[in-house]
């Protein structure tokens, strides 16, 4: 079952969604193939800390982030990848490394790829390892409102 925080948001705000289940998987791009779904639609989320702060990069599966991109954009003196120590009581209705990119519902900030932005449906993390939940990338970037930009390079 999808995250609590994350299901009851988006009932509440009448988006549409389907959740797929997929065998156990923990990297992205092994996500993303037990669920029959290319890994530019697939979002992960990397956490870092931004001048101490938690925060959330979305990017493609098959992306690596760009760290000094990110630094730039978020206007951060420093930024770095945050551990799974820094972060994994944040998440407290998800399973460690399975959080959905729905930084706003956890008070951090959120900054996507714009390579996601291009896409009709994005799918990503429903808080466990072994679901998805997939929408319109609209939908996503309504109510999270993600800074959009160039944040990610191909792996």
């Given at each position: 079952?999808?995250?609590?925080?994350?299901?009851?948001?988006?009932?509440?705000?009448?988006?549409?969604?389907?959740t797929i289940p997929?065998?156990?998987?923990?990297?992205?791009?092994?996500?993303?193939?037990?669920?029959?779904?290319?890994?530019?639609?697939?979002?992960?989320?990397?956490?870092?800390?931004?001048?101490?702060?938690?925060?959330?990069?979305?990017?493609?599966?098959?992306?690596?982030?760009?760290?000094?991109?990110?630094?730039?954009?978020?206007?951060?003196?420093?930024?770095?990848?945050?551990?799974?120590?820094?972060?994994?009581?944040?998440?407290?209705?998800?399973?460690?490394?399975?959080?959905?990119?729905?930084?706003?519902l956890y008070n951090?900030?959120?900054?996507?790829?714009e390579t996601l932005?291009?896409?009709?449906?994005?799918?990503?993390?429903?808080?466990?390892?072994?679901?998805?939940?997939?929408?319109?990338?609209?939908?996503?970037?309504?109510?999270?409102?993600?800074?959009?930009?160039?944040?990610?390079?191909?792996?």
């Open positions: 079952m999808p995250a609590t925080t994350l299901k009851d948001y988006l009932d509440g705000q009448c988006v549409k969604y389907v997929h065998l156990p998987e923990f990297t992205a791009q092994e996500i993303a193939a037990s669920a029959h779904i290319h890994g530019k639609d697939f979002a992960k989320t990397v956490m870092v800390k931004a001048d101490g702060k938690l925060a959330m990069a979305v990017i493609p599966a098959s992306h690596r982030v760009n760290l000094e991109q990110l630094c730039t954009v978020t206007g951060a003196k420093e930024l770095n990848l945050a551990s799974e120590q820094e972060f994994k009581d944040k998440f407290p209705d998800c399973e460690i490394g399975a959080m959905p990119p729905f930084g706003n951090m900030e959120v900054c996507v790829s932005s291009h896409d009709k449906e994005i799918a990503f993390n429903a808080g466990s390892h072994t679901e998805l939940i997939q929408l319109p990338y609209q939908d996503f970037e309504r109510l999270v409102r993600p800074k959009v930009a160039r944040i990610s390079l191909k792996e």
